[in-house]
C-alpha cells in the first residue's frame, strides 16, 4: 500500500539555522499538508497545500515557515531561522479529497 | 475552536477486554476521524464517519457519532497487546484542516 514517505527521522539544528523538511506524499493525492506535535502535546496543523499554493494555514505558520513542490513528487517544509520551541515532531500528511489523511512517520526537529 | 477532547486520557485493560474512549468536540463538522500513534511514530488513520452517519464499523473497531451531543466514541473490541498506542479524534470541518484532541493513551495487559 502507498504510504507518504519523509526525511530525514532526524534532525538536530542550531538556533537559528534553517531547515528543510521534506516529504514525498501518496503519488495520487491532491492535497498536502504539515503538522506538528511538540513533546507530549496535541498534533497542531500548520498548513495545507492545493493546486500548488497555501489553501490554509494556522496562526503557527508565521513569516519563518514556507512550503513548496518544487517537482511533481516532493512537498517541503522550510523554517527560516529555526527557534527553541520550534523542536517538535514534523508530520506530512496527503489527501486525494476530504477523507482521512495519510501521514508519514514524521520528522524529529531538535534545535539547540 | 472545534478541537476534539478525548476522554478518558488512560486507559489500561487486560488482553479480550472491550476498550472505549470518547470525545467530545465544540461546532459543527464534516467530519470526525479517529486516529492511532504507537510510541514515538506517526498517526496511522483508523476510520472516518460522516456527519450523516451514526455508527461504522471497521474489523474490531465501532465508531459512534451523535452530533446532537457533539460526541463521538471509539471502541475497540477484544483488545490484543498490539493495541497499545494513543487514539486520537480529529474533526473536519470541511476546510481540509483537522483538529485533534489530546488522545487517550491505551495499554493492553497480556
Not at chain 1, 2 to 18: A, C, D, F, L, N
Not at chain 1, 63 to 71: I, L, T
Not at chain 1, 75 to 104: N, Q
Request: aromatic residues 10%; glycine residues 8%; charged residues 20%.
Amino acid at each position: 500500500e502507498p504510504e507518504v514517505t519523509q526525511t530525514p527521522s532526524h534532525q538536530v539544528t542550531q538556533m537559528g539555522q534553517e531547515v528543510i523538511l521534506r516529504c514525498v506524499p501518496i503519488s495520487n493525492h491532491l492535497y498536502f499538508y504539515w503538522y506538528r506535535q511538540i513533546l507530549g502535546q496535541k498534533v497542531e496543523f500548520l498548513v495545507s497545500f492545493y493546486n500548488n499554493e497555501i489553501s490554509e494555514k494556522s496562526e503557527i505558520f508565521d513569516d519563518q515557515f514556507s512550503v513548496e513542490r518544487p517537482d511533481g513528487s516532493n512537498f517541503t517544509l522550510k523554517i527560516r531561522s529555526t527557534k527553541l520551541e520550534d523542536s517538535a515532531m514534523y508530520f506530512c500528511a496527503s489527501s486525494r479529497t476530504s477523507g482521512g489523511l495519510g501521514f508519514g512517520p514524521g520528522t524529529r526537529l531538535l534545535v539547540l | 475552536s472545534q478541537q476534539g477532547e478525548e476522554d478518558p486520557q488512560a486507559l489500561s485493560i487486560q488482553e479480550g477486554e472491550n476498550a472505549t474512549m470518547n470525545c467530545s468536540y465544540k461546532t459543527s463538522i464534516n467530519n470526525l476521524q479517529w486516529y492511532r500513534q504507537n510510541s514515538g511514530r506517526g498517526l496511522v488513520h483508523l476510520i472516518l464517519i460522516r456527519s450523516n452517519e451514526r455508527e461504522k464499523h471497521s474489523g474490531r473497531l465501532r465508531v459512534t457519532l451523535d452530533t446532537s451531543k457533539k460526541s463521538s466514541s471509539l471502541l475497540i473490541t477484544a483488545s490484543r497487546a498490539a493495541d497499545t498506542a494513543s487514539y486520537f479524534c480529529a474533526t473536519d470541518a470541511g476546510d481540509y484542516k483537522l483538529s485533534f484532541g489530546a488522545g487517550t493513551t491505551v495499554t493492553v495487559r497480556a
